[in-house]
Nanobody, 124 residues
Framework: QVQLVESGGGLVQAGGSLRLSCAAS????????MGWFRQAPGKEREFVAV????????YYADSVKGRFTISRDNAKNTVYLQMNSLKPEDTAVYYC?????????????????WGQGTQVTVSS
């Protein structure tokens, strides 16, 4: 079992930055690929980024490529999402998730564990 808790969300102006954190419980964190997803009001949950268990591989949605960076610190059982040049369309609840394997795919079903989410609001 892996429990995930996101933090770092908030209100920011367009063009600003935020860094989200996802703290994981359990000694097996370093064996999981970790992903970030988001869900805007009235929309389906969508893939944002994923990082392999070692951190050596990453994959991003086209909508965030070049603006967001995913990273992890296995010693701290934490995965991060650095978000720069934020846009109003980035407004959503952001979720982290853990998968047993690293997939470069937007498919939600490959993820085994999910956090409760943190709200990010970008004002224009």
């Amino acid at each position: 079992q892996v429990q995930l808790v996101e933090s770092g969300g908030g209100l920011v102006q367009a063009g600003g930055s935020l860094r989200l954190s996802c703290a994981a419980s359990g000694r097996t964190f370093s064996t999981y690929a970790m992903g970030w997803f988001r869900q805007a009001p009235g929309k389906e949950r969508e893939f944002v980024a994923v990082i392999s268990w070692s951190g050596s591989s990453t994959y991003y949605a086209d909508s965030v490529k070049g603006r967001f960076t995913i990273s992890r610190d296995n010693a701290k059982n934490t995965v991060y999402l650095q978000m720069n040049s934020l846009k109003p369309e980035d407004t959503a609840v952001y979720y982290c998730a853990a998968a047993s394997y690293y997939y470069e795919t937007a498919t939600l079903s490959v993820y085994d564990y999910w956090g409760q989410g943190t709200q990010v609001t970008v004002s224009s």
